[in-house]
């Protein structure tokens, strides 16, 4: 059974940091291009990060390009998102996505999401 669970979220200063997990299940991990993607309230789902499945590259979105650093570990089977100087328009639902291929920013393209993990940033 495919699975993946995300973890790590909560709140957070602006300014501040978190670090989000990950943890995939019932698939070959290392074969797989990830993404994480986040959904804030009353708006679409926006794609913010990828690896590609030989972690040869990563990519990010302008709005968290600088602050944001997405890895992998192939060995535990684990995704993260280190994500430094949060602001305010941070503040979302975060999922991790997997897909066969190439990285896509386009969020319909991934085969299978998590159940997310809440973010919120605030003063």
């Known amino acids: 059974q495919v699975q993946l669970v995300e973890s790590g979220g909560g709140l957070a200063q602006p300014g501040g940091s978190l670090r989000l997990s990950c943890a995939g299940s019932?698939?070959?991990?290392?074969?797989?291009?990830m993404s994480w993607a986040r959904q804030a309230p009353g708006k679409g789902l926006e794609w913010v990060s990828g690896?590609?499945?030989?972690?040869?590259?990563?990519y990010y979105a302008d709005s968290v390009k600088g602050r944001f650093t997405i890895s992998r570990d192939k060995a535990k089977n684990m995704l993260y998102l280190q994500m430094n100087s949060l602001k305010p328009e941070d503040t979302a639902l975060y999922y991790c996505?997997?897909?066969?291929?190439?990285?896509?920013?386009?969020?319909?393209?991934?085969?299978?999401w998590g159940q997310g993990t809440q973010v919120t940033v605030s003063s």
């Open positions: 690896i590609y499945s030989d972690d040869s590259d990563t």
């Open positions: 996505a997997y897909k066969i291929g190439r990285l896509s920013t386009m969020v319909d393209e991934y085969d299978y």
């Open positions: 019932g698939f070959t991990f290392s074969s797989y291009t």
